[in-house]
């Protein structure tokens, strides 16, 4: 059940899909831009994640095909950026409430995901998280630090993955400071074989040159 004033935002807003989007998410996996289109207007569930710099917003809906979708959109009045979409099938979410999106998005990363290490933490998901990184002075520094925290298990040179790592900098003493909102890697070879055993036919990996 949504308030009239959020349900009258999701009509009014903009959809944007940028070409990488297509070709990454929705192209190779059978997915419509109509169908993203009903979710966002006609959700089952929703969750709204407010962070300092952006608002990201998670929507989850039962499709006639007989498989969920799970979409991740980023708040940009008037626009809502689309930043991923996931076919998941129901008995991959029977332990899982579908009322709640942000539990689908944590169990899905869990089930089909890379093990991130940051530190000494060892996850699947990682999710609002602030780790110390030396004082850095401009923006290359800042990256140097962030690929030397993070380290993804299991993934082969050359090889794809779907990629979600939402950050902010924060400035301190005497180090400065990452806040991951959260941050996935998704198995790519993983999803497709899930989606091949799920719904045959659905997967067309060419689509990616397109």
């Not at 289109?37 to 994640?49: G, Q, T």
């Not at 990682?126 to 030396?134: A, G, R, V």
């Not at 993955?161 to 993983?190: K, S, T």
């Not at 074989?193 to 036919?201: R, T």
Request: charged share 25%; net charge negative; glycine share 4%.
């Amino acid at each position: 059940m949504f308030d009239l004033i959020s349900e009258f935002a999701q009509q009014a807003m903009n959809i944007v899909i940028a070409d990488l989007i297509k070709r990454e998410y929705i192209r190779p996996f059978g997915i419509s831009e109509s169908e993203i289109d009903d979710v966002i207007k006609n959700p089952d569930s929703m969750r709204e994640l407010n962070f300092p710099d952006y608002q990201v917003i998670l929507y989850l809906k039962e499709m006639p095909g007989g498989y969920y979708l799970l979409i991740d959109g980023r708040r940009h009045d008037p626009d809502l950026l689309i930043s991923s979409v996931f076919k998941i099938f129901p008995h991959s979410l029977e332990d899982v409430k579908t009322d709640d999106p942000l539990q689908v998005l944590q169990h899905f990363a869990q089930e089909f995901g890379r093990t991130l290490v940051i530190e000494n933490q060892y996850n699947r998901f990682i999710y609002k998280t602030k780790f110390s990184i030396p004082k850095v002075k401009n923006k290359d520094e800042l990256m140097k630090n962030i690929f030397g925290l993070v380290k993804i298990l299991g993934l082969r040179e050359g090889e794809k993955a779907l990629v979600d790592f939402l950050m902010e900098f924060e400035e301190g003493q005497p180090n400065d400071y990452i806040n991951i909102d959260f941050a996935y890697v998704i198995n790519n070879p993983m999803y497709i074989h899930y989606l091949n055993e799920n719904d045959p036919g659905s997967v067309n990996i060419s689509k990616h040159s397109d």
